[in-house]
């Protein structure tokens, strides 16, 4: 079966548009990158597992607002593309 998303495009040109997509996917970086730095001196100062369970939990919480992110920009491109059939 052949998707058809790929012809649902954003403007990136007009950012007041993205605000949300943008604040969603620098929270999504956040997450991740503090994630991974807790992880390593959970795992330097002995506890192992701990520090396992912080790094996988901090990427799936970091993938979901990265998911969220993607879902509104495509539901934006869709209704802009709504708009313009009117």
């Known amino acids: 079966m052949k998707s058809d998303l790929g012809r649902y495009e954003l403007d990136y ?3 007041e548009e993205n605000k949300t997509v943008a604040i ?3 929270i ?3 997450i991740a990158i503090a994630g991974i ?3 390593f001196f959970l795992f330097v100062h002995g506890s192992i597992l701990t520090s396992g369970f912080v ?3 901090s990427l799936a919480v970091g993938a979901l607002f ?5 879902i509104i920009k495509l539901l ?3 209704l802009l593309q709504l708009k313009q059939r009117k």
Do not use: D, H, K, P
Not at 66 to 70: I, T, Y
């Open 37 to 39: 730095v807790i992880a």
């Open 66 to 70: 990265r998911g969220m992110a993607e």
């Open 28 to 30: 999504a970086w956040a």
């Open 76 to 78: 934006q491109s869709i």
């Open 13 to 15: 040109s007009n950012r």
């Open 24 to 26: 969603l996917t620098f």
């Open 55 to 57: 790094l996988m939990a």
